[in-house]
């Protein structure tokens, strides 16, 4: 007999914020592992150098007119909904594709790589005006769309601090009501088994939902967007970087680094190399050493 099919619940900020769609049944989750980093074994084309090129300080223009923002009553209330779906063990995973992987939202105690089926990494939150572009040159942001696959890290939350870590981890990710990509729970794969986890994924029906452009288009945005937060280039730098150290090939984000790179190679001079100082005398280097 086949399994009974199981309800997975998106969780948005609109007035009625349960969505419901069907999903197979989650086996239980086994006992997980630490993620095993690694050095980088291929260069990237993007470097810390050209992202640093486009750096350049921005004020935070504050509040976008038009948009409404999430109140202390809503992330309590979205809060309340997840957890009353989490595992029957208590625990409480955060499936991690993007900056969350790079710049955890709140303490963690335990990850490792795992795999959410159904869904793939897409340049389609847009269009970002305040903290990582600006209204003259917005920027896009990385969110799970449907279909393909992706690989990413799960993160266990303190079982002390469950309810606090969700809170911040809700107001980082979700400032505005309705949100564009509302968190959810969702199967996730590991090596030692599948597990739940909460992710944030693409409403296709909000309107930041972009789709449509080409790689060639998402390079030229990523190259020039910078926000109060940073660059598109640098999220695009620490994404792809952190990936590579966890052994996870990501296809499109590898072309789209280079893309990147080649553009603003393009459109940023070249640096001038650094004036060569004469080599200091054997006392002098005894000195400076001395210093250091």
Known sequence: MAPAANTEKVYSMSANFINVAMAGSPAPPRKPRAVEWRATSRRMRLTRELVSRVARPIEDPGPIAGRIYATDADYKAISHALLADRPANGEVWVF?????????????????????????RAFCL??????????EQPGLMLALDRGGTCK????????PDIEASLDKLLRREMATR???????WVNVETATGPLRAITFAMDRRSDAYVTGLSAEEIADVLAAA??????????????????????????????????V??????????????????????????AIAGIA
């Not at 900056?99 to 303490?107: D, N, R, V």
């Not at 990413?152 to 079982?159: A, D, E, K, S």
């Open 178 to 184: 309705p949100s564009p990509f509302p968190p959810r």
């Open 226 to 259: 910078v926000g109060h937060w940073g660059s598109m280039a640098e999220y695009l730098y620490n994404t792809v970087m952190h990936l590579e150290e966890l052994g996870i090939d990501d296809r499109f984000l590898w072309r789209m680094q280079k893309l």
């Open 126 to 135: 847009g269009w970002d005006r305040r903290y990582r572009g600006t209204p």
């Open 96 to 120: 991690a594709y993007g900056s969350l992987i790079w710049k955890p939202a709140c303490s963690i105690v335990e990850q490792q790589v795992a795999v959410a089926r159904g869904w793939h």
């Open 152 to 159: 990413g890290v799960v993160q266990r939350l303190p079982p």
């Open 261 to 286: 790179a080649e553009r603003i190679e393009a459109m940023t001079p070249t640096r001038r190399t650094p004036t060569i100082l004469p080599q200091p005398r054997a006392q002098d280097s005894r």
